[in-house]
């Protein structure tokens, strides 16, 4: 049974850079064919996805984050981490990490409970 735990500061000032980890055990990151994504849902919206990172440590970000965003990887602790740049109130969400494995389409089948981040002085 693959498990996902997100960790970090749940309180943040803005224009600060937001650093999210997310350990994963029951399984690697560096298994074939899996992806590990960040996702998050700020209040009263829905589910936004942030970007991947892949077996060949390959990582894509949604342009809307407007480069702000950047996941790495530390295979030695099965883990990968988000971080975001020049954090804005607008950042406030729930950030979720998820694993996701492609049959053309993604199709996530294991997520963390999700951890609340709040950007605000």
């Known amino acids: 049974q693959v498990q996902l735990q997100e960790s970090g500061p749940g309180l943040v000032k803005p224009m600060q850079t937001l650093s999210l980890t997310c350990t994963v055990s029951?399984?690697?990151?560096?298994?074939?064919?899996?992806?590990w994504m960040w996702i998050r849902q700020p209040p009263g919206k829905g589910l936004e996805w942030m970007g991947v990172?892949?077996?060949?440590?390959?990582?894509y970000y949604s342009p809307s984050l407007k480069s702000r965003a950047s996941i790495s990887r530390d295979t030695s602790k099965n883990q990968f981490t988000l971080q975001l740049s020049s954090v804005t109130p607008e950042d406030t969400a729930v950030y979720y990490c998820?694993?996701?494995?492609?049959?053309?389409?993604?199709?996530?089948?294991?997520w963390g409970q999700g951890t609340q981040v709040t950007v605000s002085s």
């Open positions: 990172i892949t077996v060949s440590a390959s990582t």
């Open positions: 998820a694993r996701a494995f492609s049959t053309g389409v993604y199709k996530l089948d294991y």
């Open positions: 029951g399984g690697s990151i560096t298994t074939n064919n899996y992806f």
